[in-house]
């Protein structure tokens, strides 16, 4: 069974940074199947950013070069470092994963497994 565990939320100032963890059992990151999101109250959930299948982090355009996704070394623990956050930033922010299908070689279209959420909180 797969559990992620994101941590790292917290309240900041317009300008300030966080870094979002994310821990898995039951799951390898080196499938590069994974990714974060996002959702706002009132708000539909949106990607932040995923791996694609070669492991290129692609961003969505409101990042702007703002994010930054990683794994460390050991390839067990997932980030996101966020730099220059805005108040339209705050939002409740989740990791994601996907299956990796052994048959075509890549990651599944659905993102079957999700964290609990860690909240960031941008005030002005």
């Known amino acids: 069974q797969v559990h992620l565990f994101e941590s790292g939320g917290g309240s900041v100032q317009a300008g300030g940074s966080l870094k979002l963890s994310c821990t898995a059992s039951g799951y390898s990151y080196s499938s590069n199947c994974v990714g974060w999101f996002r959702q706002a109250p009132g708000k539909q959930r949106e990607e932040v950013v995923h791996?694609?299948?070669?492991?290129?982090?692609i961003y969505a355009g409101f990042v702007a070069g703002r994010f930054t996704m990683s794994l460390n070394d050991a390839r067990d623990t997932l980030y996101l470092q966020m730099n220059n956050l805005t108040p339209d930033d705050s939002a409740m922010y989740y990791c994601?994963?996907?299956?990796?299908?052994?048959?075509?070689?890549?990651?599944?279209?659905?993102?079957?497994?999700w964290g609990q959420g860690t909240q960031v909180t941008v005030s002005s």
């Open positions: 791996r694609d299948n070669n492991g290129t982090p």
């Open positions: 994601a994963a996907r299956a990796f299908s052994l048959s075509t070689m890549r990651c599944n279209e659905a993102w079957n497994y």
